[in-house]
């Protein structure tokens, strides 16, 4: 779709509000790509499984839909670089091209999220949402999409379709967990690497997954603490799948480019604990804020931070030290302390904390504490101890080296979304991981758009309008009114705006797509 084939309206109506940036609250998401197979079938296609998946979906809750949904790639600039300039599409490897349509299937759902074939896998992007307890939840409602999914796959092509919220197959690949957040544009970006890197280096302490086995192959036997950190070769570049640097630098902001960057985290692992979720995207954005205010003081650098990186998820009894450029030592938790004895302060001199804010503090504060004292406490809320814990189950009862293929598939059976067979969702069930939500409320998200972002104007035009929806994408809805209209595309560059409180009694009135344009002209429109 070429931007002369639609006419593109931006609605006035639809307005925004301010979200603190004192807090942990700002506008935010998580992207997560699945692991899936045909444990019947090694050979089967992991794409055709993807495309299979990601169908029975959208038919199942869109059944009514006559054309092929698209995703709005116009809008798209994957290759322009937040250090000021845009990578050539002959330089850049296949993979960055997330504005090509290959054709594959691609959803926009009523929830307001994005779900769709990334090359090998089903990949699940949550609607924006302005807080970490919210980013936890309609997290969660993309794992209950995804299990659902399969198990319809399954029924409908008679084999076995498992998925895996997991970030490696064990044989050298990692798909990525990665995390979005809407930060001011007036913050230099060498100032977000300066002060984002030592954090996202160590932050695994609490927030990794846990893993069987040492570097990309698993060619050392062991266990450590992240997923992803083994795939990390560079500190700062564009890249996503090859020399996956820690500070991403892709600079696509879907908002006012002049007031916000959006700063895409790939460094994250998956997570499957529901309180670790909204712990890390809660202490990232306070962390963010911290910068944005100019208060965070850093009087030490990492001198290899992506050694450290490495080092740092190797070290799950916390026994190493990692060297810093002015040639002291410092351990991952004592980095980690830093950051939050920071937030404590920050909150205390502000004094603009809301709820929240103060809980992901202390939570913070407690869980740190406890990786300082005694680990094993943690084993019901930290994924990686948890997994740990399960893995020495087995080790001991069967005397279990490192090295035995038993223990990588009991490692990628803690991440199977099945909840009769997924050793996370089984614990989760028992009582034996601390959840924070109901099935009842992950079931509203599943179906519904957050209330306060521009996803719920996403969200309800699909479910309203579903077979006039010709594409979307995070700022946009073209609606196709019938072969003598052209397509017109409602821009909605606002994260903030598009919300419950601005567009119900918009969508009240406007029983069909045409009403909708119609009320929304001429006074809300720009051309």
Known sequence: MTPGEASTLRCHQIHSHKVSQMSVRRVMGIESEFGISNPR???ANPMLLSSQVVNAYGNEVMPNRIRRMRWDYDVESPLRDARGFDMSRAEADP????DDDYGLANLVLPNGARYYVDHAHPEYASPEVTNPLDAALWDCAGDRIIERSARLASTLTGDLITVYKNNTDGKGVSYGTHE???????????????????????????AGAGRVGIGQENIEPGFQISQRADFFEAEVGLETTLRRPIINTRDEPHADPDIYRRLHVIIGDANMSQKINYLKMGTTAIVLSMIEAGF??????????VTSMHLVSHDYKFETKQRMRDGSEKSALEIQ??????AVRFLSETKESDEMTLDVVAQWGRILEALDSDPMSLINE?????KLSVLNGYRNRDQLLWSDSRLAAIDIQFADLRPDKGLARVLQQKGKMELLFTEEQIAIAVANPPSDTRAYFRGTCVSKYVDQVAAASWDSVILDLGPDVPLKRISTPDALGGTQAASHDLF????????????LMPEHVLA
């Not at 009240?508 to 009320?519: H, I, R, V, Y």
């Open 95 to 98: 993979s960055q091209l997330t």
């Open 296 to 305: 965070l003081e850093l009087d030490f650098e990492l001198y290899d931070a």
């Open 508 to 519: 009240e009135t406007s029983k069909l797509a045409g009403d909708l344009l119609a009320n």
């Open 382 to 386: 930290v994924d990686w101890i948890t």
């Open 337 to 342: 302390q830093h950051y939050h004895q920071s």
């Open 180 to 206: 979005n957040y809407q930060v001011l544009r007036e913050v230099a970006f060498s100032d977000l690497v300066k002060f984002l890197t030592p954090f996202f280096v160590t932050r695994c302490v609490f």
């Open 41 to 43: 079938d090694s050979s």
